[in-house]
Structure formats: structure tokens, C-alpha cells
């Protein structure tokens, strides 16, 4: 009689369970979306944790997914306001060292969306005038504007969904 090796069965466990949740399909959301051509969204974002943002950042992305995966085109507009300026900066001086990472990583996740069809980021003025940043260090593609009030308000009125993020 033939046996199996008893440590062949947890790898054999494992691979099926992987395998099992990679081909599991995520549930749709075609009654929100129902008529939608466009997914337009204007992420409203006013938090000072770099840990937190590059969490709220994937989450974004995979948003953008979900909208393409279900037949609709993603309009996204980033704002950011407040304390949230600072994460957005190529200058790391003041930065913790064991924070540093969470700011390299946040940096290409916003290359990585700014490559996107569709994706606009702005930073507030008065947000980095009251901060104290120079705003020639502020990621490339991260556009300055007066207001990002003004812009939610612009935004919204264009039929943008503000979604905050704080």
C-alpha cells in the first residue's frame, strides 16, 4: 500500500485554499451602478497618519479596479487638505524615521494612480501655506490650487461623489 508523505498535506492544503480564493470572484455591485457610464469621485482627504493613508490609498486603487471590472469608467479627483499636505511631499525632513517608509510608499502609490486614466490630485494652498511647505516639494503630478473647498464645491457641483477621508 501506498502512502502519503504527512508533510505533503498541509502544502497540498494550503495551494488548494489559495487557489480556491484567487478564483473566488468578488460580488458585483450592479445595482448601484446600474446606468453609470462613469464613476466620478471626489476623494476628500484630511488625515495626518501616513500608516493610515497608504492603507486608504490601496483601497482607492482598488475602487478604480472595481469600477473598470463592473463596465464603468473612473473619473477620480484626490484632494487634499489639512494635515494630509504633509504626507504628500517629496521633503522628509521632520519625518520619523520609522515613518519614512510609510512616506516612500504612499509617494509611489501616487505615481502609481497619477499613471491612471482619469486621475487628478490637488493639494490646498492654504493647507501648505499653514503647514510650512514649499510647494516645489510636493509629489510630482499633485497639483496646487487656492482652495480644495472651492473644488469639492466645483466638483459636487459637476456631479462628482465627495467621499471624505479623514
Known sequence: MKTTHPRLFPIVLLLSLVTGVALAEKPSDEHALKGLASGKVAWDINMGSAYKLKGYLKVMAETYDDLQ????????????????????????????MDEEADHEEIAEQVRALLARPNVRMEACSIAVRLAGIDDQTLLPGIALVGNTFVSQIGYQAKGYASIPIM
Open 69 to 96: 471590472r463592473q463596465g464603468v469608467e473612473p473619473d477620480m479627483i484626490f484632494t487634499f487638505r489639512g494635515p494630509s499636505v504633509r504626507l504628500i511631499t517629496e521633503d522628509l525632513a521632520g519625518v520619523p
